[in-house]
């Protein structure tokens, strides 16, 4: 069992950054790969990064290349999201979950809003 708790989102203009992060609890915790996915308001949810177990291997959306950065700290049970130069698009409730592979998220945080201001 893992237990997922996202916090960093907030009002931000357009041009700025946040950090999320998702702090996880649970012995495997560390075992699992990770993603960050968002959903905008009245769009379907989508992942916008993963991270390996390791660490050592990543992967984002088209729209979010070069803008953000998955990263995770296992001694501390923590993943994070670095976002910089945010866009009005990216206004979303954002949610980190855990996989244990196979494109199948068993474990979801509750969420957290982020609002790009133009």
């Known amino acids: 069992q893992v237990q997922l708790v996202e916090s960093g989102g907030g009002l931000v203009q357009a041009g700025g950054s946040l950090r999320l992060s998702c702090a996880a609890s649970?012995?495997?915790?560390?075992?699992?790969?990770m993603g960050w996915f968002r959903q905008p308001p009245g769009k379907q949810r989508e992942r916008v990064a993963a991270?390996?177990?390791?660490?050592?291997?990543?992967s984002y959306a088209d729209s979010v290349k070069g803008r953000f950065t998955i990263s995770r700290d296992n001694a501390k049970n923590t993943v994070y999201l670095q976002m910089n130069n945010l866009k009005p698009e990216d206004t979303a409730v954002y949610y980190c979950?855990?996989?244990?592979?196979?494109?199948?998220?068993?474990?979801w945080g509750q969420g957290t809003q982020v609002i790009v201001s133009s």
């Open positions: 649970g012995r495997t915790y560390s075992t699992y790969a």
């Open positions: 979950a855990a996989t244990r592979g196979g494109g199948v998220y068993e474990y």
């Open positions: 991270i390996r177990w390791s660490g050592d291997s990543t």
